[in-house]
């Protein structure tokens, strides 16, 4: 254990202490709010140009309307604040003659028009029947073409003000008045709270909004979290073994100690490495939740468990990307062996989608039992609210640290057999024959060692 | 794998003798390292056969071979980083046989070596040191940095050392725990004279205060001008082994070296001559059995005017030319 811990804080040292680990303390935080800084920066950046629209309106009754709304939107919604800065396009409409005979044609004639940019989409009001066919008939849908379907702004806008004239509308052909009408038709809300909470002195309270939805962040953040530090700390091991290789350090080190002992030691020291990062992150966490006030929000069982389980996922995957790094004689071998490994290690994204919705269910408890999976998964449900029973993260750490063994158990014989191997890299047929038979295996007759023995 | 005959191998193959007197004083056992019938494949390949070998204790072993030979596969087996196929036969180092760690105080240097580019000399001193449980490391680090005479570099980073200093540096790194067996494997290569004479006269100290040195080479000179025992591995499989001195003896007083006024006088066609190595200034001639020196001398003087005529035994570089010979030879034939 002794030379492994030296091991180890070499390896620890060797690591924290270059420009890459500092710069990497900065970068990491970045690239994980990567997608939000992003959006926040372009939040603005937004296509001034008039989008206009084509509207056919088979009933006749909406076009007039929809133009006076398309006027007021273009004189009020489209400004900031201050009343003067664009930040909207302006929505130009235009009414389509619907005495065409043809239908296809005409549609397709629009579609055309949309392919060449000249319009932004169109819509059809109604279902071009004849009138009388269809005068007996509610409206119900409104259909709208375009090639920019993720950009949502006009359908939202062109409901919103078609539902509007057609319940004014109707209430005019039941003869009720405006006001009875949206009454009646006043939308009920939902109005999403959090759980009760117990507090001291028997009572029960419901719990701060801010605490229920900083739980459902944090969640998601440390699972994501324990990605990026699968990553940060368990590929490099990869690298730094086939270092070692190349400069033929290796074996002067195995003069010393045991495979095991020196690829535990290196596994350990970014083990010591990973914890750390997520220290120092948690530290910096806490200074600002404190500094803003919402210290008490910080959410430490759950981070006791990262840590946990952080160490256990770097043990399970150091050692993986360890024995690739002993099997690789170069950085390409390596790569083309990482992959496989990235992929089990993306296990957990996968199925993030069904874990948020629905943490509890049994898909989310066995899936947050595959080994590879646990780390991630078992931290993301913990977080959510609606608790999980306390034997689960328990049987997952358990779980995650027994996996972890067997992988340094077996990446340690692939190791012992990939660190002086020179020459043609490993396959993966190759590198599971050494994990579960080792290399050069070839028995002697059993009474060779009796005679070595009597001799 | 082809190998030597039996005879043949009967024929060279010498039991070691006992320590010699000026170490026989110090406690011992007397073996620091016995191999017994090891054999050791990588799939088909068997890179040592059956091989059996005894290292005497506060002795310098040489070990020599050609490459591929089977000295570093045998090296690694004694450092316990390959473990003999199953059940052929025993490696006991130093007493021990646990197979799955290295043996307990011996220094390793292998030929593929390399260290720590990034760390500081000092620095990479002390993670030897730590690593190999020394109990004062600060003291142990500054009496080798003073023995090998590596002061001025040890604030510096191991990728910006010479070559040579990087070498006593990794020489360090195997005897700083002051083992009771070191194996070194080329430890003079990349050395300049003064720098190989300083390691030299290192070794030799180690020796005499009771460390078991092996020493595997090419080079012939240096094995035998610092070798007490000698150990020939062909093939996998052990064609060599005894003292210098006897292995020389076994082999005769076949060879005289001829020195001539002119360098490039032709010795061809005198009786009794098997084989002629010509060095240069010297031709070393291999003789035949029942040959006559007194014959030879006078038919080498009629050649030119003699400086030196010295009748002596085979060099070891000689022996192990002849031994490599003999055997592809015996392959060819088979």
């Given at each position: 254990?002794?030379?492994?811990?030296?091991?180890?804080?070499?390896?620890?040292?060797?690591?924290?202490?270059?420009?890459?680990?500092?710069?990497?303390?900065?970068?990491?935080?970045?690239?994980?709010?990567?997608?939000?800084?992003?959006?926040?920066l372009?939040?603005?950046?937004?296509?001034?140009?008039?989008?206009?629209?084509?509207?056919?309106?088979?009933?006749?009754?909406?076009?007039?309307?929809?133009?006076?709304?398309?006027?007021?939107?273009?004189?009020?919604?489209?400004?900031?604040?201050?009343?003067?800065?664009?930040?909207?396009?302006?929505?130009?409409?235009?009414?389509?003659?619907?005495?065409?005979?043809?239908?296809l044609?005409?549609?397709?004639?629009?579609?055309?028009r949309?392919r060449?940019?000249d319009?932004?989409?169109?819509?059809e009001i109604g279902?071009?029947?004849?009138?009388?066919a269809?005068?007996?008939?509610?409206?119900?849908?409104v259909?709208?073409?375009?090639?920019?379907?993720?950009?949502?702004?006009?359908?939202?806008?062109?409901?919103?003000?078609?539902?509007?004239i057609?319940?004014?509308?109707?209430?005019?052909?039941e003869?009720?008045?405006?006001?009875?009408?949206?009454r009646l038709?006043?939308?009920?809300?939902?109005?999403?709270?959090?759980?009760?909470?117990?507090?001291?002195?028997?009572?029960v309270?419901?719990?701060?909004?801010?605490?229920?939805?900083?739980?459902?962040?944090?969640?998601?953040?440390?699972?994501?979290?324990?990605?990026?530090?699968i990553?940060?700390g368990?590929?490099?091991?990869?690298?730094?073994?086939?270092?070692?290789?190349?400069?033929?350090?290796?074996?002067?080190?195995?003069?010393?100690?045991?495979?095991?002992?020196?690829?535990?030691?290196?596994?350990?020291?970014?083990?010591?490495?990973?914890v750390?990062?997520?220290?120092?992150?948690?530290?910096?966490g806490?200074?600002?939740?404190?500094?803003?006030?919402?210290?008490?929000?910080?959410?430490?069982?759950?981070?006791?468990?990262?840590?946990?389980?952080q160490?256990?996922?770097?043990?399970?995957?150091?050692?993986l990307?360890?024995?690739?790094?002993?099997?690789?004689?170069?950085?390409?071998?390596?790569?083309?062996?990482?992959?496989?490994a990235?992929?089990?290690?993306?296990?957990?994204?996968?199925?993030?989608?069904?874990?948020?919705l629905?943490?509890?269910?049994?898909?989310?408890?066995?899936?947050?039992?595959?080994?590879?999976?646990t780390?991630?998964?078992?931290?993301?449900?913990?977080?959510?609210?609606?608790?999980?029973?306390?034997?689960?993260p328990?049987?997952?750490?358990?779980?995650?640290?027994?996996?972890?063994l067997?992988?340094?158990?077996?990446?340690?014989?692939?190791?012992?057999?990939?660190?002086l191997?020179n020459?043609?890299?490993a396959?993966?047929?190759?590198?599971?024959?050494?994990?579960?038979?080792?290399?050069?295996?070839?028995?002697?007759?059993?009474?060779?060692?009796?005679?070595?023995?009597?001799? | 794998m082809?190998?030597l005959?039996?005879?043949?191998?009967?024929?060279?193959?010498?039991?070691?003798?006992?320590?010699?007197?000026?170490?026989?004083?110090?406690?011992?056992?007397?073996?620091?390292?016995e191999i017994?019938?090891?054999?050791?494949?990588?799939?088909?390949?068997?890179?040592?056969?059956?091989?059996?070998?005894?290292?005497r204790?506060?002795?310098?072993?040489?070990?020599?071979g050609p490459?591929?030979?089977?000295?570093?596969?045998?090296?690694?087996?004694?450092?316990?980083?390959?473990?003999?196929?199953?059940?052929?036969g025993?490696?006991?180092?130093?007493?021990?046989?646990?197979?799955?760690?290295?043996?307990?105080?011996?220094?390793?240097?292998?030929?593929?070596?390399?260290?720590?580019?990034?760390?500081?000399?000092?620095?990479?001193?002390?993670?030897?040191?730590?690593l190999?449980?020394?109990?004062?490391?600060?003291?142990?680090?500054?009496?080798?940095?003073e023995?090998?005479?590596?002061?001025?570099?040890?604030?510096?980073?191991?990728?910006?050392?010479?070559?040579?200093?990087?070498?006593k540096?990794?020489?360090?790194?195997?005897?700083?725990?002051?083992?009771?067996?070191?194996?070194?494997?080329?430890?003079?290569?990349?050395l300049?004279?003064?720098?190989?004479?300083?390691?030299?006269?290192?070794?030799?100290?180690?020796?005499?205060?009771?460390?078991?040195?092996?020493?595997?080479?090419?080079?012939?000179?240096?094995?035998?001008?610092?070798?007490?025992?000698?150990?020939?591995?062909?093939?996998?499989?052990?064609?060599?082994?005894?003292?210098?001195?006897?292995?020389?003896?076994?082999?005769?007083?076949?060879?005289?070296?001829?020195?001539?006024?002119?360098?490039?006088?032709?010795?061809?066609?005198?009786?009794?001559?098997?084989?002629?190595r010509?060095?240069?200034?010297?031709?070393?001639?291999?003789?035949?059995?029942?040959?006559?020196?007194?014959?030879?001398?006078?038919?080498?003087?009629?050649?030119?005017?003699?400086?030196?005529?010295?009748?002596?035994?085979?060099?070891?570089?000689?022996?192990?030319?002849?031994?490599?010979?003999?055997?592809?030879?015996?392959?060819?034939?088979?």
């Amino acid at each position: 254990m002794r030379k492994t811990l030296v091991l180890a804080v070499r390896e620890f040292h060797a690591a924290v202490r270059t420009k890459t680990f500092v710069i990497s303390l900065g970068l990491m935080p970045l690239m994980g709010s990567a997608g939000l800084i992003v959006a926040f920066l372009l939040k603005d950046e937004v296509n001034l140009d008039d989008r206009r629209y084509a509207i056919i309106d088979w009933t006749g009754d909406y076009y007039d309307e929809l133009a006076d709304a398309a006027d007021a939107h273009n004189q009020r919604s489209i400004f900031a604040d201050d009343g003067i800065e664009q930040i909207k396009p302006r929505v130009r409409l235009e009414q389509v003659e619907t005495d065409s005979p043809n239908t296809l044609a005409l549609q397709g004639r629009l579609s055309d028009r949309v392919r060449k940019g000249d319009l932004f989409g169109f819509a059809e009001i109604g279902t071009g029947q004849s009138a009388s066919a269809e005068s007996d008939e509610l409206l119900t849908t409104v259909k709208y073409h375009t090639n920019n379907p993720m950009n949502r702004d006009f359908p939202h806008w062109l409901g919103r003000q078609v539902n509007e004239i057609a319940r004014e509308q109707r209430a005019q052909a039941e003869g009720l008045s405006l006001e009875v009408a949206k009454r009646l038709t006043k939308p009920v809300s939902i109005d999403e709270k959090p759980l009760y909470v117990s507090v001291a002195g028997g009572g029960v309270r419901l719990a701060e909004e801010t605490d229920h939805y900083v739980s459902v962040l944090a969640a998601m953040g440390l699972a994501v979290l324990m990605f990026l530090i699968i990553f940060v700390g368990a590929i490099p091991l990869t690298y730094s073994v086939l270092e070692e290789k190349m400069q033929r350090s290796a074996e002067v080190l195995l003069g010393c100690v045991t495979p095991f002992q020196f690829m535990m030691g290196k596994i350990l020291g970014m083990v010591g490495v990973s914890v750390t990062i997520m220290t120092i992150y948690i530290v910096i966490g806490f200074c600002v939740a404190a500094v803003n006030g919402y210290a008490h929000l910080m959410p430490s069982a759950l981070i006791n468990w990262f840590l946990l389980y952080q160490a256990g996922a770097v043990l399970m995957f150091g050692s993986l990307y360890a024995a690739i790094g002993a099997a690789c004689n170069d950085m390409k071998d390596a790569q083309n062996l990482m992959a496989p490994a990235s992929l089990v290690a993306c296990v957990p994204l996968f199925v993030i989608r069904p874990v948020i919705l629905e943490p509890n269910s049994t898909f989310s408890t066995l899936i947050s039992f595959f080994p590879p999976a646990t780390p991630m998964l078992m931290i993301l449900r913990q977080g959510l609210p609606g608790s999980i029973p306390v034997w689960q993260p328990i049987l997952g750490i358990i779980i995650v640290l027994c996996t972890a063994l067997c992988c340094v158990f077996l990446a340690s014989r692939v190791f012992r057999v990939g660190i002086l191997m020179n020459g043609k890299g490993a396959n993966v047929k190759e590198l599971l024959q050494w994990a579960f038979y080792g290399v050069g295996h070839r028995p002697a007759r059993p009474e060779r060692r009796k005679n070595a023995e009597a001799a | 794998m082809t190998t030597l005959s039996a005879t043949r191998r009967s024929q060279i193959a010498t039991t070691p003798p006992p320590p010699r007197d000026d170490v026989s004083a110090m406690p011992h056992r007397r073996h620091a390292v016995e191999i017994i019938h090891v054999t050791k494949s990588f799939g088909p390949t068997v890179a040592v056969n059956d091989l059996s070998l005894k290292v005497r204790e506060q002795s310098i072993c040489g070990f020599i071979g050609p490459n591929g030979s089977g000295k570093t596969t045998t090296l690694r087996m004694i450092m316990r980083i390959y473990r003999p196929d199953e059940g052929a036969g025993l490696v006991r180092v130093l007493g021990q046989e646990e197979l799955d760690a290295p043996p307990k105080r011996v220094g390793y240097l292998p030929e593929e070596r390399g260290l720590y580019n990034r760390m500081t000399v000092r620095d990479i001193l002390r993670f030897y040191a730590e690593l190999k449980g020394v109990a004062n490391v600060n003291a142990a680090v500054d009496a080798w940095i003073e023995r090998m005479h590596i002061a001025d570099a040890t604030g510096r980073r191991v990728d910006s050392l010479s070559k040579g200093n990087t070498q006593k540096v990794q020489f360090i790194t195997a005897v700083i725990d002051d083992p009771r067996l070191l194996i070194l494997d080329e430890p003079f290569s990349g050395l300049d004279p003064v720098s190989a004479d300083l390691l030299h006269n290192v070794i030799l100290d180690l020796r005499q205060q009771g460390t078991t040195i092996i020493y595997s080479t090419h080079d012939m000179n240096m094995a035998e001008r610092m070798c007490d025992d000698v150990i020939m591995i062909y093939r996998g499989i052990k064609v060599l082994d005894g003292r210098l001195e006897d292995i020389k003896r076994e082999f005769g007083t076949d060879t005289i070296r001829v020195r001539l006024d002119h360098d490039h006088v032709s010795l061809n066609g005198i009786e009794g001559v098997a084989a002629i190595r010509d060095f240069g200034r010297v031709q070393e001639l291999r003789m035949t059995a029942g040959y006559k020196s007194q014959r030879v001398l006078r038919d080498v003087m009629e050649r030119g005017r003699v400086l030196q005529f010295e009748v002596s035994n085979p060099s070891l570089h000689d022996v192990f030319v002849r031994l490599a010979n003999t055997d592809a030879a015996e392959a060819q034939d088979a």
